[in-house]
C-alpha cells in the first residue's frame, strides 16, 4: 500500500516561488513513477509534471515547462515541485500520484494513478 501527503501549499504574489512536498510511504514506494498534478475550480485535473522511479526521466506540461520543476529524493521517500514566476493561471488545488503500475513509465493521464494524496491549494495572486 502507498500513501501520499502533500504539503507546503499556499498564498504567494504573481512572480513569486512555492516548493510542495509529497511525502510518500509504503515498502514499495519507490518502484513507481510519481507526478503532480492540478485542478482548478471547475476544471479537470491535469499533470503538471512526472518523473521516472528512478529519477533519471520527467515529463512537464507545456504551461509549466521552464518555471516547475519535478524531483524525488529516495532517501527521503519525498517528492517536490519547485514551482517559479507563479501566474494567477496556476491557482488550483495540487495533488500528488504514484502510478498504477512497479517499474512503469511517468504517464500523463490521471487514470493511469492509482494512489493519491488530499491535495493543497496554491492561490497566486495578481
Known amino acids: 500500500q502507498v500513501q501520499l501527503a502533500e504539503s507546503g501549499g499556499g498564498l504567494v504574489q504573481a512572480g513569486g516561488s512555492l516548493r510542495l512536498f509529497c511525502a510518500t510511504s509504503?515498502?514499495?514506494?519507490?518502484?513507481?513513477?510519481l507526478g503532480w498534478f492540478r485542478q482548478p475550480p471547475g476544471k479537470e485535473r491535469d499533470l503538471i509534471a512526472a518523473?521516472?522511479?528512478?529519477?533519471?526521466?520527467?515529463v512537464y506540461a507545456d504551461s509549466v515547462k521552464g518555471r516547475f520543476i519535478i524531483s524525488r529524493e529516495t532517501t527521503k521517500n519525498t517528492l517536490y515541485l519547485q514551482m517559479n514566476n507563479l501566474k494567477p493561471e496556476d491557482t488550483a488545488v495540487y495533488y500528488c500520484?504514484?502510478?498504477?503500475?512497479?517499474?512503469?513509465?511517468?504517464?500523463?493521464?490521471?487514470?493511469?494513478?492509482?494512489?493519491w494524496g488530499q491535495g493543497t491549494q496554491v492561490t497566486v495572486s495578481s
Open positions: 500520484a504514484a502510478a498504477s503500475t512497479e517499474w512503469g513509465p511517468p504517464d500523463r493521464l490521471a487514470h493511469e494513478y492509482r494512489y
Open positions: 509504503g515498502r514499495t514506494v519507490n518502484r513507481y513513477a
Open positions: 518523473i521516472t522511479w528512478t529519477g533519471s526521466g520527467r
